[in-house]
């Protein structure tokens, strides 16, 4: 398995376990590299992610009347760095989405050099 599967795999475990916890109604808020732990086990050749950072998360009910949040803007999309309100489980799938770009090529999806920028 070359390392562009051992993402996907690893991505496939997160997804699987983001599924469940929006199943329950429940925002992780921080998804982010830093929030999930990688093991390599040597014996089916994969990444296992295991998440955590669980203090963190809201209820999405709760999380659509909030007006802001505040954690690492890097892996939040725009709307939550302008403080728009109304989030809901869009903010953990963008922070997947990030995180496995990040660990695919070792370089942050965006070319922005200042948080102006990025909000635009």
């Given at each position: 398995?070359?390392?562009?599967?051992?993402?996907?795999n690893?991505?496939?475990?997160?997804m699987?376990?983001?599924?469940?916890f929006?199943g329950?109604d429940?925002?992780?808020?921080?998804?982010?590299?830093?929030s999930f732990?990688?093991h390599?086990?040597?014996r089916?050749?994969?990444?296992i992610?295991?998440?955590?950072?669980?203090s963190e998360?809201?209820?999405?009910?709760?999380?659509?009347?909030?007006?802001?949040?505040?954690?690492t803007?890097?892996?939040h999309?725009p709307?939550?760095?302008?403080?728009?309100?109304?989030?809901?489980?869009g903010?953990?799938?963008?922070?997947?989405?990030?995180s496995?770009?990040?660990?695919?090529?070792g370089k942050?999806?965006?070319?922005?050099h200042?948080?102006?920028e990025k909000?635009?």
């Amino acid at each position: 398995m070359n390392s562009l599967e051992k993402v996907v795999n690893a991505g496939k475990i997160l997804m699987e376990f983001l599924s469940y916890f929006h199943g329950h109604d429940l925002v992780h808020c921080n998804f982010q590299p830093s929030s999930f732990l990688l093991h390599y086990d040597h014996r089916t050749n994969c990444v296992i992610p295991k998440v955590c950072h669980l203090s963190e998360s809201q209820p999405v009910g709760q999380l659509k009347k909030a007006k802001g949040l505040i954690r690492t803007h890097e892996f939040h999309p725009p709307e939550v760095i302008q403080m728009k309100g109304g989030y809901d489980y869009g903010i953990d799938i963008y922070g997947l989405g990030l995180s496995l770009y990040l660990l695919g090529s070792g370089k942050f999806s965006y070319l922005f050099h200042d948080e102006e920028e990025k909000m635009r």
